[in-house]
């Protein structure tokens, strides 16, 4: 299957920097790709949409000006947590939609996850 | 966007098949039946995809009635290593908005 690869996998840093987190498809091209985040115990939630040469989508209460999201090339995402508080602590979550039969139906594959820290 | 309903938590014990039923009412046309596997620090993991009927693959197997409103994830001979977090989702596999639920923890029991 498809591999998404994320980096690093894990980080703490402390209040008011800024964090970049890598999401990677490493087999295939991806021209969308999404950013969860996951409390503990909780399910994940949807952060924003990123498109490859266009600006991310994001989702309702998500602060675009605070999580930074740049698709640059088929293969990489960014993710930049900017001005980082502690309420920012979470597990943030990529995932890559790949074509299985063109213009019907997708399949999303999933980073491992980076667990993102800020004291 | 169809939303789903799971139970919340299931036990089983090693060996034992184990079905997990997904309510989606509102499923719509264009609706995919998705299921994840996660386990705690990672990512999802895609276990299989259906539209309706019956999908097997090495994993699992998924059987979607005619009417689509539900859907049965089945593992068989569940082992330890089948504890984790399962999330059924429903939507157009090309939308921008999958949505997780709130997933159905199984615990296996030796």
């Known amino acids: 299957g498809a591999v998404v690869s994320q980096h690093p996998s894990w980080v703490i840093c402390k209040s008011g920097t800024s964090v970049k987190i890598e999401c990677r498809s490493l087999?295939?091209?991806?021209?969308?790709m999404f950013w969860y985040r996951q409390f503990p115990k909780q399910s994940l939630m949807l952060m924003a949409t990123?498109?490859?040469?266009?600006?991310?989508?994001?989702e309702q209460g998500v602060e675009k000006d605070k999580f930074l999201i740049n698709h640059a090339s088929l293969t990489l995402s960014t993710l930049t947590v900017t001005s980082a508080h502690p309420e920012d602590s979470s597990f943030y979550i990529c995932?890559?939609?790949?074509?299985?039969?063109?213009?019907?139906?997708?399949?999303?594959?999933f980073g491992p996850g980076t667990r993102l820290t800020v004291t | 966007l169809a939303k789903t309903t799971q139970p919340i938590s299931m036990d089983s014990y090693e060996g034992q098949e184990v079905n997990i039923t997904c309510s989606h009412n509102n499923i719509a046309t264009n609706d995919y039946i998705t299921w994840y596997q996660q386990f705690p620090s990672q990512g999802p993991r895609f276990i299989i995809q259906g539209y309706k009927t019956k999908v097997t693959n090495e994993v699992a197997s998924l059987f979607i009635p005619a009417d689509r409103k539900s859907s049965t994830l089945s593992l068989p001979r569940v082992s330890l290593s089948d504890t984790a977090v399962y999330y059924c989702?429903?939507?157009?596999?090309?939308?921008?908005?999958?949505?997780f639920g709130t997933g159905t923890r199984l615990t296996v029991i030796p």
């Open positions: 989702l429903v939507g157009d596999t090309g939308a921008n908005n999958l949505f």
């Open positions: 995932s890559a939609r790949v074509q299985i039969v063109a213009g019907v139906i997708y399949e999303q594959y």
């Open positions: 087999d295939f091209q991806a021209t969308t």
């Open positions: 990123s498109n490859e040469g266009s600006k991310a989508t994001y």
